[in-house]
């Protein structure tokens, strides 16, 4: 596993390395001891999760794998205004399948972001809470024709 100098882009949120073996970018915390066949776990079910969603593989979303308490309590989070996927890598408490879980959530707001660019979406950290808003409407606008209202 190749590591590079320092991105200074991600020092805002953890030190990172980028692992340049891969296509797209990866990032490791320096703080994370992560296997590369590990590593290549997350990569490949990111893709292929994106795949199942609908979206091409060019469009693969930044990888960056943190210590647990770098993501304050989650165990990922997708964020569409830069395409970052952050995953934390803890081996001794996450099961596989709740890893894969983890990766299916996250590029279903993959999809989400997707789909929202498509339909003139252009999501900055300004814009960022009015995307949310519009995808809660557009997804209760989903739920009320599927007939799931208010029990009230
Ligand atoms: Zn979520």
């Given at each position: ?45 990111t ?34 205004v ?13 099961l596989?399948?709740?890893r ?44 009320e024709?599927?007939g ?5």
């Open positions: 596993m190749k590591r590079s100098a320092k991105n200074p882009n991600w020092t805002k949120w953890v030190v990172t390395d980028r692992i340049v073996t891969y296509a797209s970018p990866v990032y490791v915390s320096e703080r994370v001891g992560i296997k590369p066949k590990e590593l290549h776990i997350f990569y490949q079910d893709g292929k999760a994106m795949r199942m969603f609908g979206v091409a593989l060019t469009e693969m979303s930044t990888l960056i794998i943190v210590a647990v308490d770098e993501l304050h309590g989650a165990a990922g989070a997708y964020d569409p830069d395409n970052t996927v952050k995953y934390i890598w803890d081996r001794d408490n996450v596989p399948e709740e894969l879980g983890v990766i299916i959530h996250e590029m279903w707001h993959r999809r989400q972001a997707y789909d929202a660019v498509r339909e003139g979406w252009t999501i900055t950290h300004e814009n960022k809470s009015a995307y949310i808003a519009w995808l809660a409407e557009k997804c209760r606008k989903r739920m024709r599927l799931v209202t208010d029990a009230e």
